[in-house]
């Protein structure tokens, strides 16, 4: 239905500044919203930032002011600019899509593979 496809992710210093990449493939539905999501090493999978069908953005506050979500027309590719980076900003990055079918009348969530993010001197 729906594959997601991160990349970008990688060993960084403090301070410094990546961009992530999801690719989306797949159709036969309608797109909800998008987002990226992260887990640290030993904690549960937290919501980083989402972009919606109806154009709102939301982010956590601790990377408020730091990292920027964004797409394209099509829906096709989601990105995460990355900022200012800390060392509490290390973890493995996830892609995230919620969809409608357009045989269904549920919601259906997908996730991507992730990418590994670590920033550390």
């Known amino acids: 239905q729906v594959q997601l496809v991160e990349s970008g992710g990688d060993l960084v210093q403090p301070g410094g500044s990546l961009r992530l990449s999801c690719a989306r493939s797949g159709g036969a539905f309608s797109i909800r919203d998008m987002g990226w999501y992260r887990q640290p090493p030993g904690k549960q999978r937290e919501l980083v930032a989402t972009i919606s069908s109806d154009g709102p953005t939301n982010y956590a506050d601790s990377v408020k002011g730091r990292f920027t979500i964004s797409r394209d027309a099509a829906w096709t590719m989601v990105y995460l600019e990355m900022d200012s980076l800390k060392p509490e900003d290390t973890a493995v990055y996830y892609c995230?899509?919620?969809?409608?079918?357009?045989?269904?009348?549920?919601?259906?969530?997908?996730w991507g593979q992730g990418t590994q993010v670590t920033v550390s001197s």
């Open positions: 995230n899509i919620v969809i409608l079918r357009y045989s269904s009348t549920q919601f259906s969530e997908y």
